[in-house]
């Protein structure tokens, strides 16, 4: 990586499998922009943006939802977490186990850790109906007993003695 670069292209989703083990499936292919250079402090970084659609299952209705992930890459590569340490804020760490890079596996980690924690409709997909637990009367009158009642009958059972 000693020269600045640029690649433009797909990732195929057979690629990904944790993506696709993540997901009720994965839309057409991954699109990614990534730009290779150095930095100021003469960091190797990798700045970039990455769009794809998936599928994940309605935490309302269990039925599939369509989101559209987009993320923009500030990657700094480091081949220890102590240097990843000394990285800008502004950067991710990317630790690097040898002398290449897995980059399938950096981007699967950056689409992962954009993907919702919970994915929903927009629109109302379960009547609001569904969601009441029937009439409030009888919590009200047992609301109204005495809950220390049974306590003051033991406490009375007892002195008796």
């Known amino acids: 990586m000693q020269r600045e670069q640029q690649l433009d292209g797909t990732v195929p989703r057979e690629e990904l499998p944790r993506l696709v083990a993540s997901t009720e499936s994965v839309?057409?292919?991954?699109?990614?922009?990534?730009?290779?250079?150095?930095?100021?402090?003469?960091?190797?970084?990798?700045?970039?943006?990455?769009?794809?659609?998936?599928?994940?299952?309605c935490q309302r209705c269990l039925q599939p939802v369509s989101e559209q992930i987009e993320a923009e890459l500030a990657w700094g590569f480091v081949w220890s977490e102590e240097q990843g340490k000394s990285l800008p804020r502004s950067l991710d760490p990317v630790i690097q186990d040898g002398d290449e890079l897995d980059l399938y596996q950096a981007l699967e980690d950056e689409i992962l850790l954009n993907l919702p924690m919970v994915a929903f409709h927009d629109q109302e997909c379960v009547p609001r109906e569904a969601f009441q637990s029937g009439s409030e009367q009888p919590e009200a009158e047992e609301q109204q007993e005495n809950p220390f009642k049974v306590l003051e009958q033991l406490k009375g059972s007892s002195s008796k003695s």
């Open 27 to 57: 839309v057409g292919d991954i699109a990614v922009t990534l730009a290779f250079a150095r930095d100021l402090q003469r960091h190797q970084v990798a700045t970039g943006h990455l769009q794809l659609e998936v599928e994940l299952l």
